[in-house]
């Protein structure tokens, strides 16, 4: 998704865009990783409008993505939605002394600006950068997801394995030998 500066106007423009997870490098790189697949296109909508030397884009994305649960590691469809308000700039701003008390040099980045050179903005960075952000750390198939057993592997959701399960503690094990004089 790209703009030329010069075609929004004061009011703001809205944008919208359905591409695949190809279109943007970094998900190409993590469905070629074998981490996730992606089964549903990028939705993103986003309104673009100038605030003060900056562009602001305030929208969401959602797609649907197919990850492995961290328990049993059956594959499951994850839905995905992000809201999101960005700000892209040609230069950085310039900010008053007493602003920047410390006197350390701020980057776009501590200030979540993103740089752009020439006329026209590529939001394809900061986009991908978002649905990363908006997939789950610690993905679960569900929350009473019974994962597997530890003994013979089985999956737990699926079947019951009649394994004795009762997981012995090796730090109890050690207690249970020490002798208090
Ligand atoms: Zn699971
Ligand atoms: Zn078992």
Known sequence: M???????????????????????????????AGECRFEAPIHVSLRARPVREMIEAEGQLETTVRLPCRRCVESFDQPVKRRFRLYFTQEMPEFDDDEDEE????????????????????????????VVLALP?????????????????ANLNAETCG????????RFAVLKNLKIE
């Open 2 to 32: 790209k703009i030329q500066i010069d075609n929004i106007p004061e009011e703001g423009i809205l944008l919208w865009s359905k591409e695949a997870a190809d279109a943007y490098p970094v998900l190409a790189d993590m469905v070629r």
């Open 103 to 130: 006197g350390a040099e701020l980057s776009a980045d501590d200030i979540g600006l993103t740089l752009f050179k020439g006329d026209a903005i590529d939001f394809t960075d900061a986009l991908q950068e978002q």
């Open 137 to 153: 750390n610690w993905a679960l198939c569900g929350e009473d997801c019974r994962g597997l057993c530890p003994k013979c592997g």
């Open 163 to 170: 394994c004795d399960t009762e997981v012995e503690d090796d």
